[in-house]
């Protein structure tokens, strides 16, 4: 059983900056990406960022320049820099690690980020 555990969000005034991480603990197997997402009220959860294996990353339209999604294969981690932050970004934050066409993917239980004007 694998646990995804975030950590790194909070309240932060817009144009402040902020680090997530997740960490992944139980048995790891070949992780194909790492991602980030996030949910608001009445929305569907969109993708905010990506990085596969190689270090290959993707970033929503919204927050590309402004975060940068990086990640510790050894330690299983991922991090999200959130820099400029705005408003809008406010959101429950959640990370996934994704394996593959044969095994569901995990999901962290997400962060809280809110960011005021």
């Known amino acids: 059983q694998v646990q995804l555990v975030e950590s790194g969000g909070g309240l932060v005034q817009a144009g402040g900056s902020l680090r997530l991480s997740c960490a992944a603990s139980?048995?790891?197997?070949?992780?194909?990406?790492m991602g980030w997402h996030r949910q608001t009220p009445g929305k569907q959860r969109e993708l905010v960022a990506l990085i596969t294996t190689g270090g290959t990353t993707n970033y929503a339209d919204s927050v590309k320049g402004r975060f940068t999604i990086s990640r510790d294969n050894a330690k299983n981690t991922v991090y999200l820099q959130m820099n400029s932050l705005k408003p809008e970004d406010t959101a429950v934050y959640y990370c996934?690690?994704?394996?593959?066409?044969?095994?569901?993917?995990?999901w962290g239980q997400g962060t809280q980020v809110t960011v005021s004007s």
């Open positions: 139980g048995s790891i197997f070949s992780i194909s990406t």
């Open positions: 996934n690690f994704n394996y593959g066409p044969f095994r569901a993917p995990d």
